[in-house]
């Protein structure tokens, strides 16, 4: 099926309720999310589960989980569950972590086109290009990443981070990145799914390898010194954590995925990337 790509995110078509939207496919989320539009239309119909602190990038806040929330997608419905209110710009749903579990995903990033696999129809056991693992405390999906040639380091495979490759703290340390002077600095603004907002230095990797890829003048950036976030301790939201060993040190997004096939199989950590045909 065909996707919209809408500054940097992957939009599919859904319907709920009989009421046709969009949803955002992200990798990167350990829980889904519902806007506030659909639960003032729908939300006395879904179940209430007990609330959850969800620990974004940039905040953490206790919100109200929903489930039982019927989403039609490619021509099928699927009940689905753990649902929390969360704002996606023009999307009404979030589909996290959940949804690249039941199938093989193939994301054609050039040309716009997602399919579903089973295991059955695509086994990916021999075709896997790019290390990947499972952070043990998250379940978010690890790929192995070498910047600027300074060695391999862990990011989480974040198909909902719209930016290149967003690094903390102890990352620039290790990859020996300096942040700049103030009069320097090229700054943006990232927004987090708790309707919360951080300043981020901008700054371009001059290489980054990834699997048999190596690319060129990919976008970096890095929160601010002085902001509250939670790189190292992500919870509900589930981007970032640290243990045994398997350590996100940050987000690898849009601008490094863009150029590829990406084929991932997370339920058992396989993932290929491929150019597309012409």
Known sequence: MDFKLERGHIHIPIEIMGKKGTAILDSGAGINGISPDMLVKFGDQFRRDSKMRIQGVYGTEKKQVYSQ???KMFGETFTLDKFVEGNFG???VLLGLSFFRAFVVQIDYPHSKLRMMTRDALDMSHLSNVPMKKNPSTLL????VDINGSGNIWLTFDTGNAGGILLNDKAMSYLGLTPKKNEERKIGVSAGMNSTFALNELFTLNSVKIGPFELENVQGTHA???QKNNMDNHGGG???SSRNGKSSLGLLGFD???HFVVTIDYSKTLLNLSLPDE
Do not use: E, F, M, T
């Open 90 to 92: 023009s999307a009404d």
């Open 141 to 144: 999906p690890l790929v192995k």
């Open 224 to 226: 601010l010194s002085g």
């Open 256 to 258: 490094v995925l863009k």
């Open 238 to 240: 589930n981007r970032l």
């Open 69 to 71: 929330i019927p989403v």
